[in-house]
Structures are given as C-alpha cells and as structure tokens.
C-alpha cells in the first residue's frame, strides 16, 4: 500500500502552527494578569495531625511540620488533612477562597484560647450559589488570624488559599471564565464541524473522535467547576464521579479512534488486543467510581492513564513505522497529551508545585490535541481519498484494456459484442442509420508465408493505423477475428459508409507498408458495406456486412461491396 502525498500535510502545519501561536499569546496575557493581581497575605502550615477533630488546645503551634506558601499541593491522601493559616490584615468583608472545585469535605475553624468553632461555608456570592460551589469559600472572621482549615478528598489535594473582596473574586472569576470560554469554543466548533463530517463521510472514526472530544468537555467542565456553577445542588461527589467517568470516556473513545484509525485488528493484533482490555478496565474504573469512590480509585485511574498512554504512543509508533504516514499526527497529538497528563500525575502525587501550567497544563495539552487529532483526520481521509482514486483509475485503466486489442490498439471483439447491441438499440429509438464495415487483408495468408508470421502482424498494425485514420475518433473500429475488422458507424447511411470504406481501401493500397527488411509493400484489402434495416438485429446487420465483404472476395478483391438489403450487393472497384 502507498502511503504518499504531502500537500495536505504542509497546510496542516502551517494552520497547527498558527494555533499554536495564538495560544501562546494566550497564554502570556492569563500570566500576565496573574501577575497583576493582588496577592493574598497568608501564612499556612500542615499539620502533623490526622482524624476527623481538631488538634488539642495548646497543640498548635507543637505539631507544626511543613510550612506552605499560598499554592497547595499535597497530593493523594487517605485521610484528612489540616493546615493551620495566618491571614495577616484581613479587612472585614473579605473571603477565603479556595480555587479548587474537587477538594471536598472543607472545613474552616476559627481557634481562640477557648477553643475552636467552625466558620459557616458561604452558599452565596452576589446571590450567586454557583460561584460559591465552584470555588469553595469563606466569609474570613474579624480580630483573629488564626484558623485551622480541614480538607477531605479523593482527588489530589491542590488549590490556591486567596483572601478576596468580591471585587477580586469577580475578576478572578471572569479571568477563569474566559479561558474556559476559548476552549469550550474550540471543543464546540471542532464538534460541529467533525459531525458535519461523520454525516457525510459516514466513517465511525468521526465518531469516536466526537466521543472523544465531548468526554474532554465534560471532564473540563467538572475539574474547573462550570458544572457545579449551573447545578449547585449536585455537590462535590457527583460532580468526582462525573469528573472519573468523563475521563474514562476520553480514554476509551481515544483508544477506539486510535484502534481504527491505525488499523490495528488487521495491522497490529497484540497492540490491539491490549487496547481492547485497557477499554473494559476504564469501563470497570468508571463503575468504581460510581460503587465504591476512594482516593484508591484515583489510583487506579492514574495507573490506567500511564496504560492508555503508553498503548496510544506504541500504536502510533509502530504505525509510522509500518509506513503510515498520518500516524505522524496522532503521535504528535499524544506527545502532547502525555506532557498534559505528566503534568497532571506530578500533582496528583504532590510531585510538583500547584501553578498555571500544573493547574491548566491537561487541558492546554488536550486543546492541542483535539486540533491534531483533527488534522489526522482529515490527512487520513486525504490519503485514503487518493488511494480510492488511484484505484479507481486503475480500474478504469484495467476495465478499457480489457476491451482493446492487444495487437493493433483497436477495439477488440468483446466490445463490439456489447456495442453493437447498444448501437442498434439506440437507432431503433432515435431512428437515425447505422452502418458497418467489414474488411480484411486480401490474401494473407500468402503474405504470411511469404513474409513470416510477425511481418503479418505489423501488416495488421499497418491496416489499424490507415483505418483510423480515415475514421472519426468516435466510430470506433474492433478487431474482429484473426485479420477481419469491423467498423461501427453510427448515424451514417450507406452513402458515408461507402465513402469511409473506399477512403480506407485507397488508403491501404497506396501507404507502403515498411518491412523489417526496409523493403516496402503494398496491400490491398476487400470491404463490405452494410447499412441496418429498419427491426434489422444486430447479428443480422453483422451476416450482411459479411456477405458484402466474402461477395467482394469472390468478384476479384481489392474493392468496396455494399449489401444494399437482403440479397442484393452493389459493387465499386
Ligand atoms: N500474422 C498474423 N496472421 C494472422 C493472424 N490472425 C490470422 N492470421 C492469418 O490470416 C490468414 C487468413 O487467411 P485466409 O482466411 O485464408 O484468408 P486470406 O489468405 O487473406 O484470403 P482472402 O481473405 O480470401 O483474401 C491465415 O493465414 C491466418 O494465419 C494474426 O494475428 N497475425
């Protein structure tokens, strides 16, 4: 198979690149307004302790372990964690804003010298309960800066401790909201536009690949809390399992799209067979999710993430080496994905600190890839689109061979079998005449023993060649029998025929015909004239023509015979 062509493949570039750019402005405008705002004043330390109640009075300031700056990342925990925070210059009207949507069981506690009281978790801003879901949030108390914040998830434990007015918040808020409108957009137009493409092109590809893409819309819209903003009475724990079984449905659609786009069932079966059991695991991961969610379940959806990673790299891989070109797409789309998920796993693990690029590093990876593994799309279908049309003019080619004369280049007789039943249907509807002709070489076969079998045959070359060039282009003319031609006119009456035919007969007996020798010859040759009567079949028409021709032998050769109607022949020498 020939995997060619490169035309496509440089536009896709140039577009790729183009996109990349844009996000690269993108990206320096959100650092930048990142860098604009106001930082928050907070101190935070992790506390050594663990269970469901705070530590003892008088404790605090003993278990001290690890100080922290603002930007959180612990990692997976099986158990609760608790930070002890100074918040220094608080004004009143101020909120503790946590940045994360996914850390559940929150909980602020204000400590004096009498003990510790929780802080009611906002359920509003700007009567907006949405926004207080999404970010979880507290009104911070006034004339204390000590307070204990408690945090219990399955999910890593990453988030940004700000104290915001609401003025900030808003900012914060549409800043986060633009950034998701960009991407969200991109995911709907790139959905849009491949439905249109899976309607017209019928190929399942599309359809995985729109799985795909909306497993990653919906998976954004739990991890950044969009979900939670327009369904504030989900809660955080719907919204996890959604989240998980959102990324199952990226993985499993990834894996299938990638299965037929390489071909891998007839390509490359073991590969194949790994990506069919990796499909049933993050199926059985997603109704774990649902039955039994743990922090163990984000392990075992990690540990699956590096599988399917691992099972999309080798698959692209050894596409490429197999020779399929637009492999180079899909493991361009999945470098670019794993630098995502690498990203997403170091923080998962507390590996690495919570920023820009930890916090958004997954879904500026799966942007880029949805682009490429667009533009895989449609450099597959370019190819195979080709191929299709290689082969179809392969076809073509093969199918007219097979209706020429290897020897002369003329028609062959099974075309004249098919065409001259057509050619009479067609005149007995539209009336118009329709003649024949039908010649052969005078006394051949003494030229053949005179001159040897293969100067015949480029006697038979030679008489193709006056023929057609006499003949327009459409009236074809067939190698009938060993040295017999027919000559198919239609909407010619005898009159034309007879012309065309003494045309071909003086032809032929003044064109020299060049020996191998380099001596020249020349050849005569009988033809015999029939024009179709009225109901008159095809094979009828054919027996006149030969009459015409055998009654021309027999007055001598060398002459033009019209088989006027049944019986009667005229004769022109
Ligand atoms: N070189 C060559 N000879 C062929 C081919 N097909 C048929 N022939 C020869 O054509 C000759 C036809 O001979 P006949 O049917 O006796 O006809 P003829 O000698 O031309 O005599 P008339 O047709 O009566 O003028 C035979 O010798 C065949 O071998 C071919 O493809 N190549």
């Not at 183009?18 to 405008?29: N, Q, R, S």
């Not at 006499?470 to 060993?482: A, F, K, M, Q, S």
């Amino acid at each position: 198979m020939q995997w060619g062509g490169g035309g496509e493949s440089g536009r896709g570039m140039g577009r790729l690149w183009l996109l990349l750019t844009a996000m690269v402005v993108l990206l320096a405008w959100e650092l930048a307004g990142e860098a604009s705002r106001p930082q928050p004043n907070v101190s935070l330390w992790v506390l050594d302790h663990q269970g469901q109640q705070p530590p003892e009075k008088g404790a605090l300031s003993t278990v001290t372990a690890e100080s922290l700056d603002e930007q959180v990342s612990l990692g997976l925990k099986a158990h609760p964690v608790w930070l002890r925070l100074r918040v220094v210059g608080a004004l009143p009207g101020q909120r503790l804003v946590l940045s994360n949507p996914l850390v559940q069981g929150v909980e602020l506690l204000v400590c004096d010298d009498s003990g510790c009281r929780p802080v009611a978790r906002e359920t509003h801003f700007a009567d907006d309960p949405g926004l207080a879901a999404a970010l979880p949030q507290f009104r911070l108390p006034v004339a204390t800066n000590e307070l204990l914040l408690r945090v219990e998830t399955d999910q890593a434990i990453r988030f940004n401790v700000q104290v915001l007015d609401d003025v900030d918040l808003h900012r914060y808020w549409r800043d986060l909201l633009l950034g998701q409108g960009l991407y969200f957009g991109l995911i709907a137009g790139l959905v849009i536009y491949n439905s249109l493409l899976l309607f017209s092109l019928r190929d399942t590809n599309y359809l995985w690949y729109l799985g795909f893409l909306s497993g990653a819309g919906a998976y954004f819209l739990c991890q950044n809390g969009l979900l939670l903003l327009y369904f504030p009475q989900m809660g955080a724990r719907l919204n996890e399992a959604l989240l998980l079984t959102a990324l199952s449905v990226i993985s499993i659609c990834g894996l299938q799209f990638c299965r037929r786009f390489l071909m891998t069932a007839r390509q490359d079966p073991r590969v194949d067979s790994l990506m069919r059991w990796l499909c049933w695991l993050l199926a059985l991961a997603a109704a774990i999710a649902w039955l039994l969610p743990s922090f163990l379940t984000v392990v075992f959806y990690s540990l699956l993430g590096v599988l399917t990673l691992t099972a999309f790299l080798l698959s692209s891989v050894r596409g490429l080496w197999r020779g399929f070109r637009p492999a180079q797409w899909l493991l361009m789309a999945w470098s670019v994905l794993v630098v995502g998920v690498v990203l997403l796993l170091l923080v998962t693990y507390g590996l690495s600190p919570h920023n820009f690029w930890t916090l958004h590093g997954f879904q500026i990876g799966s942007a880029l890839e949805a682009i490429l593994l667009s533009l895989a799309l449609a450099d597959r279908i370019s190819l195979l689109q080709r191929e299709r049309e290689t082969l179809l003019e392969e076809k073509a080619r093969l199918h007219g061979m097979s209706y020429l004369d290897g020897l002369t280049g003329v028609h062959n007789r099974r075309y004249l079998d098919e065409a001259l039943p057509a050619a009479v249907a067609q005149a007995e509807v539209s009336g118009r005449p329709l003649s024949l002709i039908m010649l052969d070489i005078d006394n051949f076969k003494r030229f053949n023993d005179g001159w040897g079998h293969a100067e015949g045959d480029r006697a038979l070359q030679h008489l193709g060649k006056v023929i057609e060039e006499v003949v327009r282009d459409i009236d074809p003319v067939c190698r009938y029998g060993g040295e017999e031609f027919v000559i198919l006119l239609k909407e010619r009456d005898e009159h034309q025929a007879l012309d065309i035919a003494e045309r071909i007969r003086k032809g032929l007996a003044t064109t020299p015909l060049t020996l191998l020798t380099g001596e020249q010859v020349l050849l005569t040759c009988t033809l015999g004239v029939a024009k179709r009567l009225e109901g008159e079949s095809a094979s009828a028409l054919l027996r006149r023509a030969d009459q015409a021709l055998y009654r021309g032998k027999y007055a001598g050769r060398d002459r033009v015979v019209l088989n006027a109607s049944g019986g009667v022949a005229s004769t022109t020498s």
